[in-house]
């Protein structure tokens, strides 16, 4: 049978939300009268996550499917995974806190019938801290500034693609990249849609500070040599800038003689120096870090098992298919 849809939904420790989830998303995707089906993944809950999408899997086995991690692996390796295993023409992600209403997946899918092969969601009003608002304002511009991909609302993951853009982003073979850009530079048609955006129903959110900025890391490198070229040209500069200063220290040496008053300021700028040469191994670390990740071409993750109607408790314990093999990124 064809599918029109298929969802695609990461899940951690989403025990307390599940059972809202499941009260509002099936009836809402049954209500767009089109044939349809439900991918969870499992993202290596530690709480009773797993076995409540297995008895949603028993309940509404005819559209649900189930993947169980072994482990953790980050949101990111658990939607690559739905990706490669999706069967429909339109695939839509979705987060399982119910930040984002599955009654809007309509507004989406209705969006793409107007020719659109990409569109991405901006929430209406958000309704988080302040601190994560603003601190998503400014990743959107610096984001924007260096990778030219331009997404008002990067960290809604209400989206929607077309087949084409979820078989090329299957194709590609890296490590760790921000979904969302990577389908938006294979996008013909790109379009965004302001959406609805509510207080998450149950739980804590599972990005720290530390994996908020490891996602823009990503971003970043994944998208663009600016950063390193920025870094090039700062050496230069730099290094042109000294060579001058050492030229007039020694001419002031020749001229005036010894003089101790200005150690401190030489201290000073030593120190800038070395911060500016700091900043550049890590950022170079970064760069060397992904090509590191990439070339040992590990299992970016495994599967513990996956339920779909006929393979109900059928424990694959399979590595990813060729496709997925490489290393996992961090999440």
């Known amino acids: 049978m064809n599918i029109e849809l298929s969802v695609v939904i990461p899940v951690y420790n989403e025990e307390q939300g599940l059972a809202a989830l499941f009260a509002r998303l099936y009836p809402a995707l049954d209500a767009l009268g089109i044939s349809y089906e439900i991918l969870f993944v499992n993202d290596g809950s530690r709480d009773r996550s797993a076995a409540m999408l297995r008895g949603q899997f028993q309940?509404?086995?005819?559209?649900?499917?189930?993947?169980?991690?072994?482990?953790?692996?980050?949101?990111?390796?658990?939607?690559?995974?739905?990706?490669?295993?999706?069967?429909?023409?339109?695939?839509?992600?979705?987060?399982?806190?119910?930040?984002?209403?599955?009654?809007?997946?309509?507004?989406?899918?209705?969006?793409?019938?107007?020719?659109?092969?990409?569109?991405?969601?901006?929430?209406?009003?958000?309704?988080?801290?302040?601190?994560?608002?603003?601190?998503?304002?400014?990743?959107?511009?610096?984001?924007?500034?260096i990778t030219r991909i331009r997404m008002t609302d990067q960290g809604c993951m209400l989206r929607a693609y077309s087949r084409d853009i979820i078989d090329a982003i299957n194709s590609c073979r890296e490590v760790s990249t921000y979904i969302p850009a990577l389908a938006y530079t294979f996008a013909q048609r790109p379009v965004e849609i302001e959406v609805e955006h509510e207080e998450r129903a149950a739980g804590v959110s599972k990005y720290s500070l530390y994996q908020l900025i490891r996602l823009n890391f990503d971003l970043v490198t994944a998208f663009s040599l600016v950063p390193l070229q920025l870094f090039s040209l700062a050496g230069m500069l730099i290094s042109l800038?000294?060579?001058?200063?050492?030229?007039?220290?020694?001419?002031?040496?020749?001229?005036?003689?010894?003089?101790?008053?200005?150690?401190?300021?030489?201290?000073?700028?030593?120190?800038?120096?070395?911060g500016i040469a700091l900043f550049g191994i890590g950022l170079l670390g970064e760069y060397v870090g992904r090509i590191s990740q990439?070339?040992?071409q590990r299992p970016r993750y495994l599967i513990e098992a996956l339920l779909e109607q006929g393979e109900a408790e059928a424990a694959l314990l399979r590595p990813a298919p060729a496709a997925a093999k490489q290393d996992s990124g961090a999440g």
């Open 241 to 274: 800038l000294s060579i001058l200063f050492v030229g007039f220290l020694a001419i002031r040496r020749l001229l005036i003689g010894p003089e101790a008053e200005g150690v401190f300021t030489l201290f000073g700028i030593v120190f800038f120096l070395l």
């Open 294 to 296: 990439q070339v040992r």
């Open 59 to 145: 309940q509404r086995p005819d559209v649900t499917r189930v993947i169980l991690f072994n482990g953790n692996y980050g949101q990111h390796m658990a939607i690559m995974a739905g990706f490669e295993r999706v069967r429909g023409r339109r695939i839509v992600t979705l987060d399982a806190d119910l930040q984002n209403p599955p009654e809007e997946i309509g507004r989406l899918v209705a969006k793409m019938d107007e020719g659109y092969d990409y569109v991405g969601s901006i929430r209406r009003i958000r309704q988080d801290s302040a601190f994560r608002h603003y601190a998503s304002k400014a990743m959107n511009l610096l984001r924007e500034r």
